[in-house]
């Protein structure tokens, strides 16, 4: 188990490091790389926005509050480069999603998505791309 | 009809033959990969047990330059006068903070780099651009008329291009100053110029940049060649950029991106 999280670790500093190429500073100036949380709820927004994608995720916390979470990802041109639209996520807009991803230094309910599982069961992850080969 | 009203006309075929064949540039039209380095990650999808991956092709976009004729000499980076290495240098370290890119500004020429959709006509030369800080385009002249006299300045300035044999060469000037021309806080005055020359290498398209700032630079900089692969990929609107990172940032890592 201990290896498992170190290797999705891994994979999400890698991924998350290189995704900051389109134009942005390293995740890990935000995220704390070390810190893989999965977060179940309601899938409220998804703004197809400039430098990443955000989501919003309303979650059942703590003693029953809510929490609003967010969370952002790659840029829209990268989903548009493996063929991801917008329209591919949007239609779990009001339906229970599991958001994978590491979570903000600073503590607030803000993360970087690198795993969604959809109401259907399909299941989409960034994953390194050398890994993969 | 005599001979030598023959050799008239055989001699103005020739005369125009040979102006038509002047005219006949290699044709850069076309769709080229994006102009950004892309993260050489990949989607990996899972529904109903079945398991694909979609990968990102750098390829398309860092092609080998090694091999390809008509590239200039480089070097890795500019050098600036002495008054101007310590705020280069401070711009560069705090560039998470510093860069206008980061926070959705337009990069300007030559950091947006080579185009992604080039439209050749017989006069001129249409640039598109897909961009986070929006779409600019370039309309560039090659029918050999001067630089806009009263042009105001810009972030993609003010080109003109002509044909030295088969490389385009742009000729791009008179740049509002609040651009970098590229990573670690290159800042530039408004004397800035920049020389792109533009070919064909079999079906990819070259591009290589030269700066020149007399203001700011000992010498002119001429950058890394770019090899680009043709693109199937259609152009589309980049959506709007909203930057909301900036008061979580807890420290200047930063990574390279253009």
């Known amino acids: 188990m201990r290896h498992k999280i170190a290797a999705a670790a891994c994979a999400v500093l890698t991924l998350v490091a290189i995704a900051s190429l389109e134009a942005h500073h390293s995740p890990s100036a935000i995220f704390d790389m070390a810190k893989h949380i999965a977060v179940t709820g309601t899938l409220t927004r998804i703004d197809w926005i400039n430098p990443h994608i955000v989501l919003a995720v309303e979650a059942r916390g703590d003693g029953g509050k809510i929490d609003q979470w967010t969370f952002q990802s790659n840029p829209p041109s990268w989903y548009r480069s493996v063929g991801l639209a917008r329209a591919d996520l949007a239609k779990a807009i009001g339906q229970t999603v599991t958001v994978g991803g590491v979570r903000a230094r600073d503590g607030t309910l803000y993360g970087y998505m690198d795993k969604i599982k959809l109401p259907d069961g399909t299941s989409l992850e960034l994953v390194n791309g050398a890994e993969s080969k | ?258």
């Not at chain 2, 005599?2 to 850069?28: E, K, Y």
């Not at chain 2, 705020?87 to 990069?107: A, N, Q």
């Not at chain 2, 300007?108 to 006509?121: A, D, H, T, W």
């Not at chain 2, 640039?127 to 993609?156: C, K, Q, V, W």
């Open chain 2, 1 to 258: 009809m005599s001979n030598r009203l023959l050799g008239v006309i055989a001699c103005a075929i020739l005369i125009q033959g040979v102006a038509l064949a002047q005219q006949t540039h290699p044709d850069l039209s076309g769709v080229w990969s994006y102009a950004i380095d892309r993260a050489p990650a990949a989607l990996k999808k899972e529904q109903n047990g079945k398991v694909t991956l979609q990968k990102i092709d750098q390829s398309a976009r860092h092609g080998s330059v090694g091999s390809v004729g008509g590239v200039l000499p480089s070097t890795p980076k500019p050098s600036y006068k002495p008054e101007f290495q310590a705020r280069v240098k401070e711009l560069s370290d705090h560039e998470s903070k510093t860069d206008p890119v980061f926070y959705c500004g337009k990069p300007g020429v030559p950091r947006i780099g080579p185009p992604r959709k080039i439209v050749q006509l017989p006069n001129e030369m249409i640039f598109l651009y897909e961009d986070i800080s929006g779409d600019p385009y370039r309309i560039i002249p090659t029918d050999g008329r001067p630089h806009r006299a009263r042009a105001n300045p810009s972030h993609y300035g003010d080109s003109v291009g002509k044909w030295d044999g088969d490389v385009l060469v742009v000729d791009a000037r008179n740049f509002v100053d609040d651009t970098w021309f590229g990573e670690d806080g290159y800042i530039h005055s408004d004397a800035m110029r920049v020389i792109e020359r533009i070919w064909k290498d079999g079906e990819n398209l070259m591009w290589q940049a030269t700066v020149e700032d007399p203001k700011m630079l000992t010498a002119p900089w001429t950058m890394p060649a770019r090899l680009t692969k043709p693109s199937a990929e259609a152009l589309e609107e980049s959506p709007k950029c909203v930057e909301t990172d900036g008061p979580r940032l807890l420290n200047d890592d930063h990574h390279l991106q253009r």
